[in-house]
């Protein structure tokens, strides 16, 4: 529905996932790095998240378990980053099959917003 300024009300929290361990454009030690976030969805529990590498196969992270529609979910992986500027994105995906978007759809004021986040490390 609309109300009398034309606007609508967010009904729906969509599925997403970010990382939280680390800042766009961080440097980190060449070799094993751990990245971690949390991951939620209005709709069901988190049932994975994944992370990819400079366009690479998406490698599977580790979600703890006990998460629930409308609840945050911690999740990690560890990547082998090799020296140099990597290009890291991660999506969740929940139990009703719902997985986030590589690209943004649009919505006024961007608030269902869930495009998968993209950062960038500079492994040394």
Do not use: F, K
């Not at 094993?32 to 990819?52: E, K, P, Y």
């Not at 719902?98 to 500079?122: C, D, I, K, S, V």
């Amino acid at each position: 529905y609309r109300d009398a300024d034309g606007a609508r009300p967010v009904t729906h929290m969509r599925v997403r996932a970010l990382v939280t361990s680390h800042a766009d454009g961080q440097r980190v030690p060449a070799g094993r790095v751990l990245v971690a976030g949390t991951a939620w969805s209005g709709r069901a529990a988190i049932a994975a998240v994944d992370v990819q590498v400079d366009n690479g196969d998406w490698q599977p992270a580790r979600v703890e378990p006990g998460s629930a529609a409308g609840l945050a979910a911690r999740w990690r992986c560890e990547l082998d980053l090799a020296p140099g500027v990597h290009t890291v994105r991660v999506r969740a995906t929940d139990g009703a099959g719902e997985t986030q978007p590589a690209e943004q759809y649009w919505n006024e004021l961007g608030y269902g917003n869930n495009m998968q986040q993209l950062l960038r490390l500079t492994a040394l």
